[in-house]
T-cell receptor, first 115, second 114 residues
């Protein structure tokens, strides 16, 4: 069965500092990986996704993620964090059922940004 | 477009009561699904549907029923609510053409069962 591990429950960074959120996955085939962000009281917004090709993927809001098959990782990065980036971040891996992507989510990383 | 609309946004139930969480999408998506979100556990798939008249179980289906009579609507029913069902519920939808389809999420329903 597929699974996703986000080892950091909480992370605090200063505004302007760089950010890396860790994600490790377990999946038997080529994984389809996603990062979502959830602001308080809101639904999930897709930041970026990896299906194939270039292992460094660019997303919205200046985020990027790098797929490393050898490490089973898909870490999210941002060079300079803004206060508005404070939110909860979820990594997910998809299994395609033939009718839609069933996502298995990690437990999330809560990001706090200090001004 | 409204996207994925969930109602109500908040609900408090007593143990044993029944209720239906509503989910509607106006994007003509074939695929719809329900997730629950609990602290420290991320989001877990409850039920999903790949089209009208077709539903299947996800990771945590017990205590929940679904049906899909139209493409637009995918209600989630709690027949006899239990405190363990206190959670935030998200509905999500997408086209089902291939893996590249983006999943759209509703804004959630916060449910408390006393």
């Amino acid at each position: 069965a597929q699974s996703v591990t986000q080892p950091d429950i909480h992370i605090t960074v200063s505004e302007g500092a760089s950010l890396e959120l860790r994600c490790n996955y377990s999946y038997g085939a080529t994984p389809y990986l996603f990062w979502y962000v959830q602001s308080p009281g809101q639904g999930l917004q897709l930041l970026l996704k990896y299906f194939s090709g270039d292992t460094l993927v660019q997303g919205i809001k200046g985020f990027e993620a790098e797929f490393k098959r050898s490490q089973s990782s898909f870490n999210l990065r941002k060079p300079s964090v803004h206060w508005s980036d404070a939110a909860e971040y979820f990594c997910a891996v998809a299994s395609f059922t033939g009718g839609g992507n069933k996502l298995t989510f990690g437990t999330g990383t809560q990001l706090k940004v200090e001004l | 477009n409204a996207g994925v609309t969930q109602t109500p946004k908040f609900q408090v139930l007593k143990t044993g009561q029944s209720m239906t969480l509503q989910c509607a999408q106006d994007m003509n998506h074939e695929y719809m699904s329900w997730y629950r979100q609990d602290p420290g556990m991320g989001l877990r798939l409850i039920h999903y549907s790949v089209g009208a008249g077709i539903t299947d179980q996800g990771e945590v289906p017990n205590g929940y029923n679904v049906s899909r009579s139209t493409t637009e609507d995918f209600p989630l029913r709690l027949l006899s609510a239990a405190p363990s069902q206190t959670s935030v519920y998200f509905c999500a939808s997408s086209y089902r053409r291939d893996r590249n389809e983006k999943l759209f999420f509703g804004s959630g329903t916060q449910l408390s069962v006393l």
